[in-house]
């Protein structure tokens, strides 16, 4: 009889081929989803500084209806606005936390907006640009302090 042998077992594990591959593919994935990661995360902090000043436009109309009139001012650098009324400071906006430049209408540094005591805006339409990385919005201020998302 012929003695009993076992089968050689193939050694286990992966050749360096195989483990450089899966490097290679894994770098290239996280690659495209750190860059899809940042796109979002810029088009959020964009989205969040809009709201953010259509909120600081709305509480000033409110203000101008309760205190008799307000003033809405807007700077460029460092980007954000503050509401005034009767020369006080009611609330103050920071867009630079976000990381988002503001452009104000014909490139100035500060702008202004005036409210009546019935609300209404007292200045020319504007544009106002919010950007970050790639990601970009604007808000359009009508002479009478309405306002549309672009």
């Known amino acids: 009889m012929a003695p009993h042998t076992r089968p050689r077992r193939r050694p286990s594990g992966h050749t360096l081929l195989e483990v450089a591959t899966?490097?290679?593919?894994?770098?290239?994935?996280?690659?495209?989803?750190?860059?899809?990661?940042?796109?979002?995360?810029?088009?959020s902090a964009v989205a969040s500084a809009r709201e953010a000043l259509v909120g600081l436009v709305a509480r000033a109309?409110?203000?101008a209806t309760a205190g008799g009139g307000s003033v809405l001012h807007l700077r460029a650098r460092p980007p954000g606005g503050w509401v005034e009324v009767a020369g006080d400071t009611l609330l103050?906006?920071?867009?630079?936390?976000?990381g988002t430049e503001l452009e104000l209408p014909g490139g100035a540094e500060d702008w202004s907006l005036a409210f009546d005591p019935m609300g209404l805006g007292v200045v020319a339409a504007g544009t106002l640009?919010?950007?970050?990385?790639?990601?970009?919005?604007?808000?359009?201020?009508s002479g009478y302090a309405r306002v549309r998302r672009r």
Do not use: W, Y
């Open 129 to 141: 640009s919010l950007r970050r990385g790639q990601a970009e919005t604007r808000v359009v201020i």
């Open 92 to 98: 103050r906006l920071s867009l630079a936390d976000r």
């Open 22 to 43: 899966a490097l290679l593919l894994l770098t290239v994935l996280l690659g495209i989803g750190v860059q899809g990661g940042r796109t979002l995360v810029d088009r």
């Open 61 to 63: 109309r409110v203000e």
